[in-house]
């Protein structure tokens, strides 16, 4: 069973950076569409970015788009999320997601059945 653990997050400045990776045991994540959202309290779940299985597609909503690249490590069997110039309005807890069906890799909360438990992430301004 896929089973998804999210590090990385932290406190950061704004102008800052964080690398947020997902890493899964005993399953290849290349074989999964792999999201990442992010939620703050109120407010529904985000997606943010997701790379798509096989293709390595990757697709990121407007907001992040220039700031953050999301990327496979296949040694770590990581997927990896590179923010940059974060802004106070990035924070929230950041969450993976695994999806084997969609193609491409969708930016909607549905889609994805394994979610990872989540991470903090702060901005300060």
């Known amino acids: 069973q896929l089973h998804l653990v999210e590090s990385g997050g932290g406190y950061v400045q704004s102008g800052g950076s964080l690398r947020l990776s997902c890493a899964a045991s005993a399953i290849a994540l290349e074989f999964y569409n792999i999201g990442w959202f992010r939620q703050v309290p109120g407010q529904e779940r985000e997606g943010v970015s997701c790379?798509?299985?096989?293709?390595?597609?990757?697709n990121y909503v407007d907001s992040v788009k220039g700031r953050f690249t999301v990327s496979i490590d296949y040694t770590k069997n990581t997927v990896d999320l590179q923010m940059d110039s974060l802004k106070p309005e990035d924070a929230g807890v950041y969450y993976c997601?695994?999806?084997?069906?969609?193609?491409?890799?969708?930016?909607?909360?549905?889609?994805?059945?394994?979610w990872g438990q989540g991470i903090q992430v702060n901005v300060s301004a």
């Open positions: 790379i798509s299985k096989t293709t390595s597609r990757t």
């Open positions: 997601a695994a999806d084997s069906i969609s193609i491409p890799c969708k930016l909607v909360e549905p889609a994805y059945p394994v």
